[in-house]
């Protein structure tokens, strides 16, 4: 084969595997979950059917008590829904947990005030039974990725909360897992803080083509980072609209003031509000 019919072949390799569909990352088919408590069936999830495709960036938003946190639960092997089907990586949530197939960030950082930075993120690879010198060279990469090297001495109560945040996004990075689950990690912050994290977790997401899914209250936040916005409504959650976002990728803050922010905004908006009015 001559250097031209190779270059021909990678090509229209290279074609086909662009139109080749890649199987979803998450693929959630009418999913149920209903918990059972003292006070009788509590309905938390209704026919829940989703895709979520790899490097996709995925808020999900609603009233509370919508199911947020137990859609992301349940992808994490945390809960376990009482109907329907849902596969993580083409496993069974409990299969992809145990090949370590995402990193969780919660609400509150939970780091241990007694261990530095540096030992808080250690903490899943020691688990996990990484040689030491792995341990440190990741920890290096987690804090370069998050903008805190050079912390990683400090222990959590010398770091802003913000700072916090970010330790805990770099702990959930540590190994290096396709999938960053993350419900509200930054609910508790002032806007301004805030805004400065969605910023550097665009960037990281850009740098690293993880795949994101994320849990807000927030309209602007929901539509300032996601590629595909799940308006969820009240309980029993279901999927009220899902809005592929037509932003580019690259996002200035100032992206904010644009016509088609405001447009998809509104979309939410509205949704939510539709999402009420089912009851
Ligand atoms: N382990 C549990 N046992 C019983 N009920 C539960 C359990 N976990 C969640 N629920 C109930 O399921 C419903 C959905 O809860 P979930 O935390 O997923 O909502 P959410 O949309 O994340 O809410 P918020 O925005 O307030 O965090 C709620 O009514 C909640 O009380």
Redesign the pocket.
Known sequence: MNMETTTQALNSQAAASDITPQAPVIEARNLDLT?Q?NDGP?H??KDVSLEINKGDFVSFI??????????L?CIAAL?QPTGGALMVNGMTPDEARRQRAYGYVFQAAGLYPWRSIAKNIKLPLEIMGYSKAEQAARVEQVLELVELAGFGGKYPWQLSGGMQQRASIARALAFDADILLM??PFGALDEIVRDHLNEQLLKLWARTDKTIGF?T?SIPEAVYLSTKIVV?SP?P?RIHDVIDSPLPKERPLDIRDSAEFIEIAHRVRDGLRAGHADD
């Not at 609603?62 to 859609?71: A, D, R």
């Open positions: 918990f408590t509590v938390a999830l609603g009233p509370s008590g919508c199911g947020k946190t137990t859609f639960r809960e419900d509200e849990v209250h969820m309980r959650g």
